[in-house]
């Protein structure tokens, strides 16, 4: 049971002594994603309630599935723009179709990660590099900013880029469209939630701030003169919907499901790993994976849209005492009950408080610091941070994470296209070969050349392998007899540089120049053999170490 269903494993080993930690967690928790949920479905384009059932569904489903004793997932700020991006244009300004398309991305993204589980495709997290993520959380965190300012200032939304949003607001700014109470409201929230945070003791600060706004509204009368979310809609979430999603928009809806998929697993496994570290623990990542696919097609067929682990509600669960998942199954009864008995209190909110926590929590995710630490450490690497910066943020958000998945992979391409590379020797007082770069006193052997090349073999740098052993034998100070490849970092060889390998081999031959290789891995030379050219690298071509092959030079050649 426990590696199928390893939160019901850790829900029926339940310790009666965890209930009162797991009942406080819960009811703190349930305080902050009743605002969160409906602020993050504002983000994204949908109904308030639909942030609310995305909150409760999925804790229910995770306590089942979620290998993490205390990972709280729901809706997410990362997330609110791919999903505006994705559904808002096919649902041609339509909220109940908005609502069935979110409703169908979440369910796809689901059936995604669930297939992803049974096969085994958690290393996928692999390919977003933490350059890259902090670029794309960081123009994620600028894109859902600039988003919330309409709503913030009270005026229409003109929709678009971040650059297009931003001169709309210029334009609305100077022909004094701004509406005074939304913007009071609005820079009031934040003015509350920084001011708690900066409280020496824990103070709610965005419960604090939604409860004051809907006391001030309802109290003055404001609910018609201030733009609010409204009242709930009573009764459960209607799953009907659905089915009104056409074929082509499912088509249309499979790329943005297949970029969400992987940021918010990656997301999520990021979360999850660090805090079963805290505790001594491991998860495994196809288990969370698996639990975040169910989570999201349960909340897809139930009302919700896309959710993923959270970074901002988990820290509150487990700051007030959670010890097991149960915490959130208390925390999404609580928000139910709200539904239930006060639907009617939203009537009284206004739509810019809720635009104020999306843009207090876009800010808090924003992350400088690695950006200074990078620059200082890493050209390259800041040039990607910055380049997926930009794309998220000035391209499209979908877009953006193509180019951060397209920029890992040319990362890495380069890397191993153009390795570091080099001619060993020896060293006085110092045992084995090293790096000629680093110690241009070493001493070589006459007549030998022993090359260096760290990365595996494969189409993309057959030829600056084979360019690298041409310099050194065109370079050394004596006619070359042998040539030795320190061959521990070769750890993989295809075709294409296989053959490369054989062309080199031959024009070293015709030259009178021996190839051999020191410290190859087995694999690899399982792969020549395959490959059909052990008759051409024999078991004399193949030493255990540069040291070993150094002494078989010297006593071929009569040297000391």
């Known amino acids: 049971m426990g590696s199928v269903l390893p939160g019901l494993k850790i829900v029926l080993d339940y310790r009666r002594s965890w209930l009162k930690s797991d009942l406080a967690a819960g009811a703190a928790l349930s305080a902050a994603l009743i605002p969160a949920g409906m602020a993050y479905a504002a983000a994204a384009g949908l109904p308030a309630v639909t942030g609310l059932y995305a909150s409760v569904i999925p804790l229910l489903v995770y306590a089942v599935f ?20 994705a559904v808002l244009p096919l649902a041609a300004a339509q909220s109940g179709h908005a ?16 297939v992803g589980r049974f096969l085994k495709l958690d290393f996928v997290t692999g390919l977003l590099s933490k350059p890259i993520r902090v670029g794309y959380l960081n123009g994620i965190a600028l894109v859902v900013m600039a988003s919330q300012l309409p709503r913030l200032l009270g005026v229409p939304a003109p929709g678009g880029s971040v650059a297009d949003t931003l001169a709309g607001m210029a334009r609305a700014l100077a022909r004094g469209a701004v509406h005074p109470l939304a913007l009071l409201f609005g820079v009031g929230t934040i003015a509350v939630i920084l001011g708690c945070r900066a409280l020496p003791w824990k103070v709610p600060g965005v419960l604090l701030a939604v409860l004051a706004s809907m006391a001030v509204t309802a109290a003055a009368g404001l609910g018609a003169a201030v733009p609010v979310v409204g009242a709930l809609p009573a009764g459960p979430p209607a799953t009907a919907a659905l089915a009104s999603v056409r074929p082509a928009e499912v088509l249309a809806l499979l790329g943005p499901a297949a970029g969400i998929a992987l940021i918010a697993f990656a997301d999520t496994s990021v979360l999850s790993k660090s805090l079963a570290r805290r505790r001594g623990a491991h ?27 959270s970074a901002s509600r988990t820290p509150i669960a487990l700051e007030a005492g959670a010890r097991t998942p149960v915490s959130g199954v208390i925390a999404a009864a609580l928000v139910v009950l709200f539904m239930v008995a006060a639907p009617g209190v939203t009537a009284f909110l206004p739509s810019s408080t809720l635009a104020a926590v999306v843009i207090v929590a876009a800010a808090s995710i924003i992350d400088v610091t690695t950006l200074v630490r990078l620059f200082r450490m890493s050209r390259t690497e800041t040039a990607l941070l910055l380049a997926t910066f930009l794309g998220v943020a000035f391209v499209g958000v979908l877009e953006g994470v193509v180019v951060a998945i397209g920029l890992s992979l040319i990362a890495f391409v380069l890397r191993a296209w153009d390795p570091y590379r080099t001619e060993l020797a020896s060293v006085d007082d110092m045992p084995g070969y090293h790096d000629l770069n680093r110690h241009p006193d070493g001493h070589r052997v006459p007549g030998l050349v022993i ?65 051999v290789f020191a410290e190859m891995k087995g694999p690899i030379k399982d792969r020549l053999i395959r490959f059909g050219v052990s008759s051409r ?15 078989s030079y010297r006593r071929e050649f009569g040297l000391p």
């Open 451 to 515: 090359a260096r090349f760290d990365a595996p073999l494969f189409f993309a740098n057959g030829a600056v392998f084979t360019d690298h052993i041409r310099t050194l034998v065109a370079r050394a100070p004596d006619p070359v007899r042998w040539v030795v490849v320190a061959s521990e970092a070769i750890t993989d060889l295809d075709t294409t540089a296989l053959d490369d390998l054989v062309e080199l081999d031959d024009e070293l031959a015709r030259s009178g120049i021996s190839l």
């Open 283 to 309: 998860v495994n990542g196809n288990q969370e994976m698996g639990a975040l696919g169910f989570a999201n097609a349960a909340c897809g067929l139930f009302g919700g849209f896309p959710v993923s682990g």
């Open 537 to 551: 690298f024999g078991p004399d071509h193949f030493f255990p170490t540069v040291h070993n092959a150094v002494r």
């Open 99 to 114: 609502v069935a398309l979110a409703g169908v991305l979440s369910l796809l993204i689901g059936v995604m990660l669930i």
């Open 66 to 85: 979620g290998p993490s004793r205390v990972l709280i997932v729901g809706p997410d700020s990362s997330l609110a723009p791919m999903i505006a991006a």
